[in-house]
């Protein structure tokens, strides 16, 4: 794992740009510690911040009568000392190591000089340890024990068809990698498929872990510390995690693992999206329900329609109960057969389709139709406040865009 990413699972950096990670990682000295040694202890002055690589750390602290109390522990990217440093005051608890562990540290010059030029550095800093506090005052001893969506800030996109063979990893892939290509680092691909990972196979990446192999016990403590060890990276910039690498993994996948799993994905990264399997199978329906936008890839015939219905019918009841105006739905030929026409097929599903991708042969992926329409629907989960470049095939924004956006708007509750 790279340390810039490690970094980044820490909400004191989350706003940070990749540039200014980078200059934070040249400025850390890495020291490892043994099972029982001290990192720091209460009263001291606070001199550098450690933020933790590998390893448990325990926070303990002195009370009057002479106990001592554990706070609680800390894993990999979580700080110890950040307060401390930024206010000069002595070490409010002792850290020990609970197991051997590695740390990055950030001595108090290093620090100071790294903002000294770059006040807007400290200034996201500060704010994250206001809204760190903010959060534990408001929660509820119930909120305070789960951290599945706690602090969440990023999207959820799902890609969807009823079929297979609808193109709809490919274009599941297509939209992750062209937002990568502007966000680098801070977009992610939640591959689905709890059969085969198509996904990760086209993008030939090998995910170190996948979801299913997380114990069932540890789910509902997932968060983006614990998400970085089953990350794997593409050339792009494209962060990929993969639920299962075989059929038999899949059956272990619970709706806990995608809801725990997209919970520490939107802390981690600006855009998520979600290949998601051809099934009404639990753990996939609770991630079309997590979702902010829904992307249903449809082929011409009539037996999609007839699968589709059936869509509209579970997203529409209980299985579902996101509003319907998140759907919007691409028409995509996967062959030179005719197939029903846009407007039969509109009529026959009651539906408009936003996007209609022509057929692009066994090379899609430099087939202008197909750019343009991954142009269209990149649009659509364009983050709001960053800026996706279009690509050199259309220049310009497609006339279709204003509608999409009406369709699938890019902030949960419809705001």
């Known amino acids: 794992m790279r340390t810039s990413d490690l970094l980044r699972t820490s909400d004191l950096f989350e706003h940070w740009s990749t540039q200014e990670l980078d200059l934070l990682a040249r400025e850390l000295q890495e020291q490892a510690f043994e099972r029982g040694d001290v990192l720091c202890r209460q009263g001291e002055p606070a001199e550098a911040m450690l933020i933790i690589a590998d390893g448990c750390i325990d926070l303990t602290s002195a009370n009057p009568d002479g106990s001592t109390r554990t706070i609680r522990q800390l894993t990999a990217g979580q700080t110890i000392g950040d307060i401390a440093l930024f206010s000069g005051e002595a070490h409010p608890a002792t850290a020990t190591a609970k197991t051997d562990a590695r740390a990055f540290v950030l001595g108090k010059d290093a620090f100071e000089g790294l903002v000294a030029s770059r006040p807007h550095m400290m200034r996201d800093m500060l704010a994250a340890v206001s809204r760190r506090a903010a959060r534990a005052n408001r929660a509820t001893p119930a909120e305070k024990s789960s951290t599945v969506l706690a602090g969440t800030t990023g999207r959820v996109y799902g890609v969807f068809s009823p079929r297979g063979g609808a193109g709809k990893t490919t274009l599941a892939i297509a939209i992750a990698t062209r937002l990568a290509g502007a966000m680098r680092e801070r977009v992610a691909l939640l591959d689905l498929d709890l059969t085969f990972a198509d996904a990760a196979l086209m993008l030939d990446v090998e995910a170190p872990r996948s ?85 249903v890839v449809c082929t011409p015939e009539l037996t999609t329609l007839r699968d589709l219905r059936d869509f509209k019918r579970s997203f529409g009841g209980q299985a579902l109960h996101g509003p319907k ?84 708007p890019l902030t949960r509750h419809g705001s």
Not at 259 to 271: C, D, T
């Open 325 to 408: 105006h998140r759907v919007v739905y691409v028409l995509n030929h996967t062959s030179s057969a005719g197939g029903l026409s846009r407007s039969k097929f509109e009529t026959a599903l009651e539906q408009p389709i936003a996007v209609e991708i022509p057929y692009a042969g066994e090379s899609p992926k430099t087939h202008a139709g197909f750019a343009k329409a991954v142009d269209e629907l990149v649009k659509l989960v364009e983050p709001a406040g960053r800026a996706v470049t279009p690509s050199a095939r259309q220049p310009q924004p497609a006339r279709g865009a204003s509608r999409l956006l009406r369709l699938l």
């Open 211 to 295: 979801l299913a192999s997380m114990p069932p016990d540890s789910i509902e403590r997932l968060d983006p510390r614990m998400l970085a060890s089953f990350v794997a990276e593409h050339d792009s910039g494209l962060r990929v995690v993969v639920a299962a690498t075989r059929p038999e993994d899949g059956e272990r996948v619970t709706i806990a693992h995608v809801q725990g799993a997209l919970g520490a994905m939107r802390r981690q990264f600006l855009a998520t999206v979600v290949d998601c399997g051809c099934s009404f199978g639990k753990p996939n329906m609770a991630a079309l329900e997590a979702a902010d936008g829904l992307i």
